[in-house]
């Protein structure tokens, strides 16, 4: 079985660099283009999909339903949604920083273990994509399933990457881009790294 991973397209909240995680932005118009040249890529090398797991938060919606052949079986998972960054959302690192000093500095001084207010904490967030990852795979196999497409964030990217391929990578080095695919091949029933972001 084939696994492709992909990040949303881009949004506003990209380009200027705010925290926004479960906060529900769309696309922008660079993030629409992002979607459409995946949509191509898929059609030209002939790739159809047989399930599609997708985060409901629009910026995943709208680039899943772009590049998706219509035939692919579509299961809408809100464990996939980015990780929640509580009260800092809609903020940029400046504007966190002048108005939570105390709590930035300790965030940045350990960010896997300080939860800003109202944030969901990592450990949480971790086993709640695990969990998500090994439904899913289960019951693409249950489905025999040939090829299989995953939309959703960069944070929930990171935990996948991390999870299925080296627990030892660095988390803020891992990069998925918008606009492009990375594939995964299952090999006696483990996820296998083939290619990253490709397109």
């Given at each position: ?13 990209n ?10 932005v ?30 409901p ?7 899943m ?55 969901e ?12 990852t ?5 019951d ?17 990217l ?31 029933r ?10």
């Amino acid at each position: 079985m084939d696994i492709i991973l992909i990040r949303h397209g881009q949004t506003d909240y990209n380009l200027q660099k705010k925290f926004y995680g479960s906060a529900d932005v769309p696309l922008n118009q660079n993030g629409i283009e992002d979607a459409q040249k995946l949509k191509d890529i898929f059609q030209k090398n002939a790739i159809q999909f047989d399930r599609v797991y997708f985060s409901p938060l629009k910026r995943a919606v709208e680039t899943m339903e772009t590049c998706v052949n219509k035939s692919a079986v579509r299961i809408k998972m809100s464990n996939l949604v980015e990780k929640s960054f509580g009260h800092w959302e809609g903020l940029d690192a400046n504007q966190i920083e002048s108005k939570y000093p105390v709590e930035w500095q300790k965030w940045i001084n350990d960010p896997f273990k300080v939860t800003p207010r109202g944030a969901e904490k990592f450990d949480s967030f971790v086993k709640r994509v695990q969990q998500s990852t090994d439904y899913l795979i289960n019951d693409a196999q249950v489905h025999q399933a040939k090829t299989i497409l995953i939309v959703t964030h960069l944070g929930v990217l990171r935990v996948i990457d991390q999870y299925w391929n080296d627990p030892q990578d660095v988390f803020w080095n891992i990069q998925y881009k918008s606009g492009k695919y990375t594939i995964y091949q299952m090999t006696n029933r483990i996820p296998k790294l083939m290619i990253r972001n490709i397109g």
